[in-house]
């Protein structure tokens, strides 16, 4: 059973919190607007954000691409430093990417400390 957290008002009996609400807002993203690139109709989304319908696999799986995250993302709160830093590496560039990756190799080399 999935149920949606909404703006630290977790559903009661929930046995997971999903943060599809947290995490649009969190990324500036309209509800008409993750609906479209989810592929969700928008009154659906506002459903599932609100805690009215559950999530299914296929509602996880679209809104974490529509928001350029992880499916594992969305059960983790975006002021999670963890999961920020995930969201924030996505989002960059593939060469940044890779420069980034060279200075965590580099911090992380026994020649480093």
């Given at each position: ?36 690139d ?58 940044m ?7 965590l ?9």
């Open positions: 059973m999935l149920s949606l957290a909404m703006a630290d008002t977790a559903q009661q009996n929930a046995q997971y919190d999903v943060f599809v609400y947290e995490w649009r807002r969190h990324l500036d993203v309209t509800v008409s607007k993750l609906a479209e989810a592929g969700i109709d928008q009154g659906t989304l506002s459903k599932l954000e609100s805690g009215k319908r559950r999530l299914n696999l296929d509602h996880i799986f679209g809104i974490a691409r529509a928001l350029g995250l992880k499916p594992y993302q969305l059960f983790l709160r975006p002021d999670d430093e963890a999961s920020a830093t995930d969201a924030r590496f996505l989002q960059m560039p593939f060469e990417k890779r420069k980034a990756l060279r200075i190799d580099a911090l992380a080399s026994p020649d480093a400390a």
